[in-house]
Every structure is written in structure tokens, then in C-alpha cells.
């Protein structure tokens, strides 16, 4: 049985080299990958085309702004795509829509199967909680290396708190940076607040915080491995789709 050949964009930075060892533990192969810098032992190509036209499929956790020719470079070989970089515009965010017509394709900010878990009771407790009672604040923090805010995870949350309302994140509003005399807290907007240092690899909690109680819910996560395990298993589940744009909710099967 032939194996599932499985690239990697930015091969040498960290979350490619914990990807080479993910894809060896699930018993895939490493087709190679693309890189700024040298990768000692591995097959490292010119560009994004010849990475997808030696792969079966493509993982990528490398910046926002590569994100729109990584995807078109699926479209055009016809192979599952799987995209983990966060931080995206709205203009590179249709560009990956429109290559999941094409093929299969998974992207979410996070990877990690509990937190996949967590965004679906969101929904639930945020359906139970009604804006009018329960303000919803979202705190996250990360290493100091990162470079957008709020995360991408923080986003999923709320975008699963404001599903729960039956809204579209956008509709519900976002508060963030709050400072100096902001006056009353407005009811229904989601708050935000990102905290950077060390090198925390991430931390999420949302509060639902009534008049009479709160109640938190919290992810984090100790070792990026965690990521990469659920890359690979996005894109061994992707091989076998049709086109599409896919969450880490659906690899999982969860509701």
C-alpha cells in the first residue's frame, strides 16, 4: 500500500520540524517541504508549486501573508490543503474560500483536539446564557514572538460564543484595548484582552460573568506538538474529501 505523501511549508522553522516527526509517527511519508533557510536531510523545494506537485497533500503554519499563494497553489495541483496560520485579512481569507472549491480543505487557528472540543460547548453555553445576563471576555496570551492579536484562537472563540447567540461575530461587535474612561461596559460586543510574554504557547480562557456568577472555561496548551499531531490528522482525514472548506471540528467528527 502506497503511502500518504504529506509536504510541508517552512520545513525548517518549529513547527515544521515537529510536523516531520508527526508524519513519521503516523506512519506517513515526508514528500519534503519548502524553506527560507537550509533543511539538513530533507527534500526542500523552489517554491509552493513544486511542493504540491510532490505531495499528496500540503500542511502549512507559516505567516498570514503566504497563505493566499500557498492556497492557489493547491487549486492549481488539485491536492487537500491544510492551513493552521492565523492572523489572516479578510481578502486572504476569501482567497483560501475560493480554492476550497477546488479542493479539499482544512484550516483553523488551532489544531489541538481539546480546544476543537471546547468551541463546540461554547456554543452550547452561550446559547444557555443570554447576552442580556452574561457578558462574554475572552483573555489570551502567548510568547512575546507573536505577531497578531488577538489570536486566532481567541477569534474562534468568539466566533463560537457569538454562533451560540445565533450571530455572526461581526454582528455581535468586538471590544478590545480597552482604556483610560471607556465609561459602562455595552451589552452583547465580546471583550477581548491579549497579554504577550516569555514563551507561553498559549492560553485561552473565555468568562461568562453575571451579575450573581461566573463561569470560565480555559485551554492551554504546554507543547506545540500538540498542533502538529492534529495537522497531520487533518491531512490524512483530507486525502480522502471532496472539495471543501473544512474545520478541525469536522476531522474530529463533533457536531
Aim: cysteine-free; aromatic content about 6%; hydrophobic content about 45%.
Amino acid at each position: 500500500m502506497t503511502k500518504l505523501r504529506i509536504g510541508i511549508a517552512g520545513i525548517s522553522g518549529r513547527m515544521g520540524q515537529l510536523l516531520v516527526e508527526e508524519i513519521a509517527a503516523a506512519g506517513a511519508e515526508l514528500s519534503g517541504g519548502t524553506a527560507r533557510r537550509g533543511a539538513a536531510g530533507v527534500t526542500v523545494f523552489p517554491d509552493a508549486d513544486a511542493l504540491f506537485a510532490a505531495s499528496d497533500v500540503v500542511i502549512d503554519f507559516t505567516i498570514a501573508a503566504a497563505a493566499e499563494g500557498h492556497a492557489a497553489a493547491a487549486a492549481r495541483a488539485g491536492k487537500p490543503f491544510i492551513l493552521g496560520t492565523s492572523g489572516l485579512s479578510p481578502a486572504q481569507e476569501a482567497a483560501v474560500e475560493v480554492a476550497a472549491r477546488s479542493v479539499p480543505l482544512v484550516y483553523s487557528s488551532n489544531f489541538a483536539p481539546a480546544a476543537t472540543v471546547l468551541f463546540a460547548l461554547i456554543e452550547k453555553f452561550s446559547a444557555a446564557l443570554p447576552p442580556e445576563q452574561f457578558d462574554a471576555e475572552i483573555v489570551e496570551m502567548h510568547h512575546r514572538q507573536k505577531v497578531d492579536a488577538p489570536s486566532g484562537t481567541a477569534v474562534m472563540m468568539g466566533q463560537a460564543v457569538a454562533r451560540g447567540r445565533g450571530k455572526t461575530l461581526a454582528e455581535v461587535g468586538m471590544e478590545s484595548g480597552r482604556d483610560g474612561h471607556t465609561g459602562p461596559r455595552a451589552t452583547g460586543p465580546i471583550g477581548f484582552a491579549a497579554l504577550r510574554g516569555g514563551q507561553v504557547v498559549g492560553e485561552h480562557t473565555l468568562l461568562f460573568a453575571g451579575r450573581s456568577e461566573h463561569v470560565s472555561l480555559t485551554h492551554r496548551s504546554f507543547d506545540r506538538r500538540v498542533y502538529a499531531t492534529g495537522a497531520v490528522q487533518a491531512a490524512v482525514w483530507a486525502a480522502r474529501q471532496q472539495p471543501g472548506l473544512y474545520s478541525m471540528r469536522q476531522v474530529m467528527g463533533i457536531a
